[in-house]
Structures are given as C-alpha cells and as structure tokens.
C-alpha cells in the first residue's frame, strides 16, 4: 500500500508541508501541487513539486493524465476569518468553485479517494461543549460557510460518482515537527502561539488580549490546541481507511481540552523565559467564549490518539522553530 502516489494540494502550507514530510517519512509517493500564493516552496521537504493552483482546469488534466493518483489531501482553501467576511468571493471562488474543478478531474480520472481539511468554523457559535459532529453546524463567515459547502459537495459526489472522503474538521492547529525543519510561516499571522512567540523574539512589542469579560475562569476566550502532528497523524488514519475500502466519514480533531489566552501567554513565557508583554484590548465581534473538540469518534474509529496533549509541549516544538524563523527573517 505504500507504493500508492499521493496529490497533496497545498502541500506548501503550514499543515500541508508537515503532511508532505509524514507522507514521506510514511513510504508514500508525494507530488504537491501549489500556488505559493500563501506557501513556501522551501517548506516542501521532498517528492515532486508543481507550482499551479487547484483550480486550473488544463493542469489538473495534464496531472491527472500522467500520474496515477490513488488519493487527494487538500489543503489548499483560504483560512481568514476576518478576510473572509471583507473578500467572501475570494473565498467562495477559492474555496468552493476551484475545489469544484478539483473534484471533476479527479471523477474524470477515476480518483475517488479524498481528504479534506475541514474546520471547527462550520459548527458556529457553539450550543454545547464539547462540540461533537453531530453539533449543529450554522457557521457564522464566509470561511466557515465555504467549508461546509465543500462537505456538501462531498456528499453529493459520493452519492453520484462514488466519491470516498474523510474531512477532519480542525480545531486550533499548533505546534511544528520535533525536527525543527519545518514549522508556522504565515505573512499574515492571526494565530494566538506564533503571534505569542513573535513577542519572544523580539518581532513584536507585545500581544494583544482581545477581550477578558468572558464568562471562563480568567475572563478570556479559552481555544483547544491540536499539535499539528497529531493532525497529519489522523490524515494517515484517513488515508489508510479510505485506500482499504472504507466509507467516507467526517471527524473533529482536537486534545478535547481547552486553555484559556491568559494561560497559554503564561505557558510561552515560561518555555522562552521571556517576559512577553501583554496588553488588553477590546473583545472582537464572534469570538466565542469557548471553543471546545469532542474528538471521541475518531479515536473509536480510527484508533487516533494525540501524541501531544499537553500545551506546553506543544508550544517548546513551535518555540524550537520559531527561533530559527527570527533568524530566516
């Protein structure tokens, strides 16, 4: 089964380089596919590379027609939130209508095997926590909206053309490879570690506290952190699954324990030993006050268990990187 040729797109990206890495380290046959709009060529640690978007029609032919492709992980959407509600066509025609044209290629060649990186986004404001899969799911942005349009879209395919897919729907990824090769590079950082760990290094003057009237135990918002490892891992599950004949399924991933932002500035500070000053500013509109996974179904099903549970471990693995990355920039 290892011999099985792998499409990654997005394979460039924060989740999808380490993907790529584990695919390999994994015995598996990888091509990337990815624009570089938000990637990094550098971070692809091997196998071969094509530099094109998910949507472009004449590419995927020509890819699809020279390779043979057992399997698709696509991790190639936008992901702003904030950016989402000021461009939503951006998104609905990055997220939606080129993962559409995706989706025809690989029905036109036979691929019916596909893993989907999903997001907590599509639940919403949360009714209950955890949050499990069967949460009602009426996200609150156009990210979110575009996600959940995509596992319609799934359904359907599966339905019509015999489409297999898993989406793993993420709640806060974190955290880089123990090697410290590869790791979170973003131009436009919006998540809580890195902005945290930028403080650390001197990047930024300080972090910002958006909001602490909430109702959690310090007053602020309190997020579940998932080491980014532990989610490749659960791809490997998926794809293992789906290459074994099995059903498509979606899943949430998370340690199914929450840490609030007051926590985990003091949790950074206490691996870099460095003061990171914080400020408080005023509570952004939407954020939930918590944001729990329930993660039990895909532990039954697929055996996953996080490796990474503890969020300090988690934020060392991310500190070890982004020292180096001070350094790149």
Known sequence: MKNEKILVVGG?????????????????????????????????????????????????????????????????????????????????????????????????????????????????????????????????????KSKIAVERMLKDCDFAYGLKYISLRYFNASGADESGKIGERHSNETHLIPLVLEVATGQRENIKIFGTSYPTPDGTCIRDYIHVSDLTKAHLLALNALLSGGDSEAYNLGNNRGYSVREVIELARKVTGKPIPAIEADKRPGDPAVLIAGSDKIKKALGWKPDYEDLETIIKTAWVWHQKEATYT
């Open 12 to 144: 460039a990206g924060y989740i999808g380089s380490h993907m790529v890495k584990d695919l390999l380290d994994s015995g598996y046959a990888v091509i990337t596919l990815d624009d570089l709009s938000t990637g990094h060529r550098e971070l692809v640690t091997g196998g071969e590379f094509i530099e094109g978007g998910l949507g472009d029609r004449v590419l995927l032919e020509r890819l699809f027609s020279t390779h043979k492709i057992s399997a698709v992980m696509h991790f190639a959407a936008f992901s702003l939130v904030g950016e989402s509600v000021e461009e939503p066509l951006k998104y609905y025609r990055n997220n939606m209508a080129a993962t559409a044209e995706l989706l025809d290629s690989m029905i036109r060649h036979n691929v019916t095997r596909f893993i989907f990186s999903s997001t907590a986004a599509v639940y919403g404001e949360p009714v209950e926590i955890p949050i499990t899969e069967n949460h009602p799911r009426n996200p609150t942005n156009p990210y979110g």
